[in-house]
């Protein structure tokens, strides 16, 4: 079965670190894109990072130089590091693997969008 | 601020056909295809449709998606109280070089 389990959130204090993981089962992490989005208290979702299987790493404008993903091929999971916590970055966050294809023929990226999630884990910054 | 725009909340009666609008720029919607997603109350987001029409199965064809230019729509007909959740619309965009999300439609079947 196809499935993603996150874990590591928790109640990090202003300017703390926090580690994220995303397990995965059922296919490769390191074969796919995966992202990271996050879902503040009764707000909607927000992209925050991707990892390419290529591993080039993108990020949203908000936590770019904060936060870094990354992924352990061995343990075939997912990994969001983020320092620097600010109470504007609680919330639910999810992993994500987005699907995609290329056309070497035509050099063409096609997305299909996000296909698999996890159940999410809770990050609470506060003192 | 997200980087799509849609109406914070749409509603309707059992049976009746509700659509969900959806904007964005060049270079998400005007140069790449429209996902939805549909949350449910305390549960994560699932794929509702993908490169703009296309349904994942499982997801029934009362369901439809459309786009044109930088805008799309996501249309639910013989509206059921089970449709009540979350819709959100995403895109890719070239500039970020991910996925960006609508701020999310709440859909209320009365």
């Known amino acids: 079965e196809v499935q993603l389990v996150e874990s590591g959130g928790g109640l990090v204090q202003p300017g703390g670190s926090l580690r994220l993981s995303c397990a995965a089962s059922g296919f490769t992490v390191s074969s796919n894109y995966m992202s990271w989005v996050r879902q503040a208290p009764g707000k909607g979702l927000e992209w925050v990072s991707i990892?390419?299987?290529?591993?080039?790493?993108y990020y949203a404008g908000s936590v770019k130089g904060r936060f870094t993903i990354s992924r352990d091929n061995s343990k075939n999971t997912l990994y969001l590091q983020m320092n620097s916590l600010r109470a504007e970055d609680a919330a639910v966050y999810y992993c994500a693997r987005d699907s995609i294809n290329y056309d070497f023929s035509t050099e063409t990226f096609y997305y299909y969008g996000m296909d698999v999630w996890g159940q999410g884990t809770t990050v609470t910054v506060s003192s | 601020q997200s980087v799509l725009t849609q109406p914070p909340s749409a509603s309707g009666t059992p049976g009746q056909r509700v659509t969900i609008s959806c904007s964005g720029s060049s270079s998400n919607i005007g140069s790449n295809t429209v996902n939805w997603y549909q949350q449910l109350p305390g549960t994560a987001p699932k794929l509702l449709f993908y490169s703009n029409d296309l349904r994942p199965s499982g997801v029934p064809d009362r369901f439809s998606g459309s786009k044109s230019g930088t805008s799309a729509s996501l249309a639910i007909s013989g509206l059921q109280s089970e449709d009540e959740a979350d819709y959100y619309c995403?895109?890719?965009?070239?500039?970020?070089?991910?996925?960006?999300f609508g701020g999310g439609t709440k859909l209320a079947v009365l």
């Open positions: 990892l390419y299987s290529g591993g080039f790493t």
């Open positions: 995403a895109a890719w965009d070239d500039s970020l070089n991910g996925q960006v």
